[in-house]
């Protein structure tokens, strides 16, 4: 029992670790923006340079090889319904950038994904969320909201189209995670990983030649670029769907609420965002539901597993 409950500890710190890299994302891609590169064209290279990276590890092992040989015409589907979703989720949340929206909104309004998640994993994967969670889920949501809305009370964070493009993004995040959980219960990380990301490689090309972005970078643009490719995408996207084989996906989901937190400190240094007063108390707020949360879940989990094998030990007896 110990070693389940180290081993739990893991998977949530690995979690922890992937939100925390996540949080560069939007500063870096400000910092892209201003050097004068299209949104389309930055989800591309965020793509491309990750498939550069993952494809030849792929490929050059035979098992893996065999095994998107071996992919049925159902994990094709729910694969490319994974990129689908991520794609177009990572082309929203640039054009969101570009619209003028700060980084720290969008990383912000980008939680509420979590609700969107506790709704398609009910419906179409049957997880249930026990109401005690959800009160943990329903106060970081309103730390969420509490920020969201004093900034943009406060006329700071661009268009109503960006606040739209965000909660695209949100959605399609959400469609995602339910993809990923489906398609991990079949298919090993880096199978998936590779395939997902020579697919998104193709859509975001596709969708920038018919946009016509320019896809020239400066040397400034593919320093960035490296950073936000290499470091932050592939380990923000690998490590919740490494975690998905072991935890349900609205825990994966809901730890990534405290992202907006490290994103105002970021945003702060990289971009000169200061967050106001408000910022603080809807993080305090945010990060207290998310303790509550994974308190509630670890007990829960944990009573479901002693359960489990009391009924085992219960089986074996003899008649």
């Not at 980008?110 to 009910?122: E, P, S």
């Not at 400190?265 to 994974?294: N, R």
């Amino acid at each position: 029992m110990e070693n389940q409950q180290r081993g739990v500890f893991k998977v949530y710190l690995v979690c922890v670790l992937g939100m925390v890299v996540g949080s560069f994302i939007s500063p870096l891609i400000k910092l892209i923006i201003q050097t004068g590169v299209d949104a389309a064209v930055i989800t591309f290279y965020r793509l491309l340079f990750v498939s550069v990276l993952v494809l030849p590890v792929l490929f050059s092992k035979w098992e893996n090889r065999e095994k998107v040989k071996a992919m049925t015409k159902t994990s094709w589907l729910q694969v490319i319904g994974y990129s689908m979703c991520k794609t177009f989720a990572l082309i929203a949340w640039a054009e969101a950038l570009n619209q003028g929206t700060s980084a720290f909104i969008c990383n912000t309004l980008g939680n509420c994904t979590t609700i969107f998640v506790v709704v398609m994993a009910w419906v179409f994967l049957h997880e249930k969320t026990s109401a005690r969670a959800l009160v943990g889920v329903a106060i970081c949501l309103a730390g969420v909201f509490i920020i969201g809305a004093d900034e943009l009370g406060g006329g700071v964070g661009g268009s109503a189209l960006g606040i739209a493009l965000i909660m695209t993004s949100a959605v399609l995040n959400a469609g995602n995670q339910v993809f990923a959980r489906a398609v991990r219960k079949e298919l090993d990380l880096l199978p998936l990983l590779g395939v997902d990301y020579c697919l998104g490689t193709i859509i975001t090309g596709v969708y920038g030649l018919l946009t016509g972005a320019d896809f020239r970078l400066n040397l400034k643009a593919v320093f960035y670029m490296a950073i936000l490719s290499w470091f932050c995408t592939l380990f923000c996207h690998t490590a919740p769907i490494w975690a998905m084989k072991y935890i349900n996906v609205v825990t994966a989901s809901v730890i990534n609420l405290a992202g907006p937190f490290i994103t105002a400190i970021v945003a702060f240094f990289l971009l000169g965002e200061v967050p106001k007063p408000m910022t603080y108390v809807g993080a305090a707020v945010m990060i207290a539901g998310l303790i509550y949360y994974v308190i509630v879940d670890q007990k829960e989990a944990q009573k479901a597993m002693e359960a489990k094998a009391a009924a085992l030990a219960e089986g074996d007896q003899p008649q």
